[in-house]
T-cell receptor, first 111, second 109 residues
């Protein structure tokens, strides 16, 4: 079965540094998402992306966050200046129909 | 604001027993999802329920949806250890998913 691929699996960074989390959605999918999960908590929506633009974003997705789909395959989440509270597992997801597929996640640790 | 509540939050059950996890949501939605998550892993799609009265079954798991009551259930039949995981329901709001708090299921011999 096709998969959503995320890299890196783990990222450790210093507070204030920029990070880019990368995702390769399933190739014929049209809708793309980022979610995050703080350890032991529920999964939270960050942003949705369709037709090369953001379709919706949450309160968490402030000016420090941005997304890009620079080519036909990659979908990236950038955090411009990381904070301690950004430490979480970040999941990319994509879909073509109603079934949403999640990637394996990037564990981000901000020190 | 759409809220999604699951209960119980934690469930310890013996192999061979049956149990039900409940998912309540506060406003109308057109899709409800059930996901399984193993520790440190991603979210595995179990079911997508689209309409009132929908029932889907896969192995020992059966999910149902009552849109009028805004309630979905995930029923576990004759539990086995391999079902130990955290189970999340999620409901669509516009195009995003709002997740429940999760139910951590532990199945013991």
């Amino acid at each position: 079965e096709p998969e959503v691929t995320q890299t890196p699996s783990h990222q450790v960074t210093q507070m204030g540094q920029e990070v880019i989390l990368r995702c390769v959605p399933i190739s014929n999918h049209l809708y793309f998402y980022w979610y995050r999960q703080i350890l032991g908590q529920k999964v939270e929506f960050l942003v949705s992306f369709y037709n090369n633009e953001i379709s919706e974003k949450s309160e968490i997705f402030d000016d420090q966050f941005s997304v890009e789909r620079p080519d036909g395959s990659n979908f990236t989440l950038k955090i411009r200046s990381t904070k301690l509270e950004d430490s979480a597992m970040y999941f990319c997801a994509s879909r073509r129909t109603e079934k949403l597929f999640f990637g394996s996640g990037t564990q981000l640790s901000v020190l | 604001e759409l809220k999604v509540e699951q209960n119980p939050l934690f469930l310890s059950m013996q192999e061979g027993k049956n149990y039900t996890i409940y998912c309540n949501y506060s406003t109308t939605s057109d899709r409800l999802y059930w996901y399984r998550q193993d520790p440190g892993k991603s979210l595995e799609s179990l079911f997508v329920l689209l309409s009132n009265g929908a029932v889907k079954q896969e192995g020992r798991l059966m999910a149902s949806l009552d849109t009028k009551a805004r309630l979905s259930t995930l029923h576990i039949t004759a539990a086995v250890h391999d079902l130990s995981a955290t189970y999340f329901c999620a409901v669509t709001n516009t195009d995003k998913l709002i997740f429940g708090t999760g139910t951590r299921l532990q199945v013991f011999p």
